[in-house]
């Protein structure tokens, strides 16, 4: 039974856009902060965004990511996303969601991710 599926990964030229998905199954969706993260290879796995309960009118964004990444919900589609501008090969990874708890824990096992890979 699969809780968390990314998807919208991609290969991208530098500067290029992306928008990832992740549906949650889960009947408690609007309850739950989510997160992005990302792992590139050799690196451990680091969340870069963070969007609130409910209407997510608050997000939070790591420094290399902060103006070129947007994260958003929409509770009806128990769906978050990652939208994805100005990709840089360092941005290179493999993307996962997963929701937070108050003390930074998850409450699902990670999905499958999806592969970015930004190269000219």
């Known amino acids: 039974q699969e809780f968390l599926v990314e998807s919208g990964g991609g290969l991208v030229r530098p500067g290029g856009s992306l928008r990832l998905s992740c549906v949650v199954s889960?009947?408690?969706?609007?309850?739950?902060?989510f997160a992005w993260f990302r792992q590139a290879p050799g690196k451990q796995r680091e969340e870069i965004a963070l969007?609130?309960?409910?209407?997510?009118?608050?997000?939070t964004y790591t420094d290399d990511v902060q103006g070129r990444f947007t994260i958003s919900r929409d509770n009806a589609k128990n769906t978050v996303y990652l939208e994805m501008n100005n990709l840089q090969p360092e941005d290179t990874a493999v993307y996962y969601c997963?929701?937070?708890?108050?003390?930074?824990?998850?409450?699902w096992g990670w999905g499958q991710g999806t592969q970015v890979i930004v190269s000219s």
């Open positions: 969007i609130s309960v409910d209407t997510g009118s608050r997000t």
């Open positions: 889960t009947n408690m969706f609007s309850y739950y902060a």
């Open positions: 997963n929701g937070v708890y108050g003390d930074g824990s998850n409450p």
